[in-house]
């Protein structure tokens, strides 16, 4: 029989708890729910109000995985959407407002993605993001050491740079800004990742062509794109184990010596947050938010 549990009043269908989704711990879809459940307070800031791209895996990372833009078939009444514009048309999409609306969607098993923008002024950015990937043999140690000049020529534009790890190979760094369109916040994060590999041109890629990248770190600016969107903090990524993208403090990323130093599953991160409650929560602090040059 299928658990039904009370969520905030909703009533939710809870599935295939026992099912392992993360193979190499044999990490299960309610220890997922559970995670979910227990970092909600400060995951839900960095959902409410964007419109959420679900990457789906509910057989787990070596079953099929797929995106999923639109209102899921069977989606409860009670869970907002909103209509979303794209160059194909406007579309639906689900907005994760609270702890019923994110179990329910944790329940479909999902990465969560999304822009940088809200709702209420979409193609408006209020975020600049940088995905720093490496191409082996360079890791996330590489990664540091870009986002470290990132972080100083930033900052020298006045702009405070805040960093998590991507729960893949990589680093992500984020930073606040005033209300900016989206095609402009692109064209300043191309003409930086430009300046990097100028400055860095050992370690730096600004292109994603694949032949640039091997030894080096693609510094993608694109997903500023108003279209684009980038993991949320604190999601669970489809990997075989249950990594997930976790902000980090710039001491770590200063101190990383080795990749596993940046890498953090599920039960990682309730201490952390106990230890330092949400690292990148000055995002939503419109006193630090840069104004582009």
């Given at each position: 029989?299928t658990?039904i549990?009370e969520?905030e009043?909703?009533?939710?269908?809870?599935?295939?708890?026992?099912?392992?989704l993360h193979p190499?711990?044999?990490?299960t879809k309610?220890?997922?729910l559970?995670?979910y459940?227990?970092v909600a307070?400060?995951l839900l800031p960095h959902?409410r109000d964007?419109?959420?791209?679900?990457l789906?895996?509910p057989?787990?990372?070596?079953g099929?995985?797929?995106?999923?833009?639109?209102?899921?078939p069977g989606?409860?009444?009670?869970?907002?959407?909103?209509?979303?514009p794209?160059?194909?048309?406007?579309?639906?999409?689900?907005?994760v407002?609270?702890?019923a609306?994110l179990?329910w969607?944790?329940?479909?098993?999902t990465?969560?993605?999304?822009p940088?923008w809200t709702i209420?002024?979409?193609?408006?950015?209020?975020r600049?993001v940088?995905d720093?990937?490496?191409?082996t043999?360079a890791?996330v140690?590489?990664?540091?050491?870009v986002?470290?000049?990132?972080r100083e020529?930033?900052a020298?534009?006045g702009?405070?740079t805040?960093a998590?790890s991507?729960?893949?190979?990589?680093?992500h760094?984020?930073?606040?800004?005033a209300?900016t369109?989206?095609?402009d916040v692109?064209?300043?994060?191309k003409?930086?990742?430009?300046e990097?590999?100028?400055?860095?041109?050992r370690?730096?890629?600004?292109?994603?062509?694949?032949?640039?990248?091997p030894g080096k770190?693609f510094?993608d600016?694109?997903?500023n794109?108003?279209?684009?969107?980038?993991?949320?903090?604190?999601?669970?990524?489809a990997?075989?184990?249950?990594?997930v993208s976790a902000?980090?403090?710039?001491?770590?990323v200063?101190g990383c010596?080795s990749p596993?130093?940046l890498?953090?599953q599920?039960?990682?991160?309730p201490?952390?947050?106990?230890?330092?409650g949400?690292l990148l929560a000055?995002l939503?602090d419109?006193d630090?938010?840069?104004q582009?040059?």
């Amino acid at each position: 029989m299928t658990p039904i549990t009370e969520v905030e009043g909703r009533r939710l269908a809870l599935t295939n708890l026992d099912k392992v989704l993360h193979p190499a711990t044999g990490f299960t879809k309610g220890e997922v729910l559970h995670y979910y459940a227990t970092v909600a307070e400060v995951l839900l800031p960095h959902l409410r109000d964007r419109p959420v791209s679900f990457l789906r895996y509910p057989d787990g990372p070596d079953g099929q995985v797929f995106f999923t833009k639109n209102v899921p078939p069977g989606t409860p009444a009670w869970v907002t959407t909103a209509e979303v514009p794209h160059t194909e048309g406007p579309a639906r999409m689900v907005l994760v407002q609270n702890l019923a609306s994110l179990m329910w969607a944790a329940n479909l098993v999902t990465e969560f993605h999304t822009p940088q923008w809200t709702i209420g002024t979409p193609g408006i950015a209020d975020r600049i993001v940088f995905d720093l990937d490496p191409g082996t043999p360079a890791t996330v140690v590489e990664c540091c050491e870009v986002a470290l000049w990132l972080r100083e020529r930033l900052a020298a534009d006045g702009i405070e740079t805040y960093a998590k790890s991507s729960g893949s190979k990589g680093l992500h760094l984020l930073a606040p800004v005033a209300p900016t369109p989206s095609a402009d916040v692109s064209a300043y994060a191309k003409g930086l990742a430009v300046e990097a590999e100028k400055a860095l041109p050992r370690r730096v890629v600004h292109r994603m062509t694949r032949n640039l990248r091997p030894g080096k770190v693609f510094v993608d600016w694109s997903q500023n794109a108003g279209r684009k969107t980038t993991a949320t903090p604190y999601t669970l990524r489809a990997r075989a184990e249950p990594t997930v993208s976790a902000p980090v403090t710039w001491d770590e990323v200063e101190g990383c010596g080795s990749p596993a130093q940046l890498a953090f599953q599920a039960t990682d991160i309730p201490p952390r947050v106990q230890d330092f409650g949400d690292l990148l929560a000055p995002l939503f602090d419109p006193d630090r938010a840069g104004q582009l040059p």
